[in-house]
């Protein structure tokens, strides 16, 4: 499984309770609406990430595709029909973002992400080592690797709990906020 990972912000002129309610309509009319590959999308707001807005209030939107054949579907169906209007509302509030390509390198796609940790393989450490070191956390996390070099990061790890990546790896670890789907 592929995620299409676009982070964003909001324009200041924009109020964040608007901006937010574009998201969970075009999020809505997607999931309404799929493209052919689409399983399922989440935005999450989170502060402390220096690539997003230089750490201020940002998005991480997740869209979870099966391979990477069904990026042009994705694309194409996030502009068009049912989906044109929300997304265009949702776009039109955004003041910058940029995206990345990952996939699920261990564990399981977390429904439910309550944090976020992006961190890069240590120097020196084989991608092996790396692997058998988060081994104890990814039974309860999902480990994402970027693909082709499409994001901010290596390595993104979703958890329902805060935790501590392994002596000799760091990275940053923000909490973060459901916006989409609701209760989420």
């Given at each position: 499984m592929l995620a299409y990972f676009f982070y964003h912000w909001k324009r200041p002129d924009v109020d964040a309770r608007e901006y937010e309610n574009r998201l969970r309509d075009f999020h809505a009319a997607l999931t309404a609406a799929p493209s052919d590959g689409f399983s399922r999308s989440w935005s999450l707001a989170l502060t402390g990430m220096p690539w997003a807005n230089n750490g201020q209030d940002s998005y991480e939107d997740w869209y979870l595709i099966r391979n990477s054949a069904d990026l042009d579907?994705?694309?194409?169906?996030?502009?068009?029909?049912?989906?044109?209007?929300?997304?265009?509302?949702?776009?039109?509030?955004?003041?910058?973002?940029?995206?990345?390509?990952?996939?699920?390198?261990?564990?399981?796609?977390?429904?439910?992400?309550?944090?976020?940790?992006?961190?890069?393989?240590?120097?020196?450490?084989?991608?092996?080592?790396?692997l058998e070191a988060l081994q104890p956390l990814t039974g309860s996390c999902a480990l994402w690797q970027?693909?082709?070099?499409?994001?901010?990061?290596?390595?993104?790890?979703?958890?329902?709990?805060?935790?501590?990546?392994?002596?000799?790896?760091?990275?940053?670890?923000?909490?973060?906020?459901?916006v989409f789907p609701a209760g989420v």
């Open positions: 579907p994705l694309n194409d169906a996030a502009i068009s029909a049912s989906r044109k209007v929300p997304h265009d509302k949702a776009a039109a509030g955004t003041e910058g973002g940029s995206a990345g390509l990952y996939r699920v390198r261990a564990g399981a796609v977390v429904d439910n992400p309550r944090f976020t940790t992006w961190f890069s393989k240590p120097d020196g450490w084989s991608y092996p080592q790396l970027r693909q082709m070099a499409l994001g901010p990061e290596e390595f993104c790890l979703h958890s329902t709990q805060s935790v501590s990546l392994p002596s000799g790896a760091t990275g940053r670890s923000v909490e973060l906020r459901g």
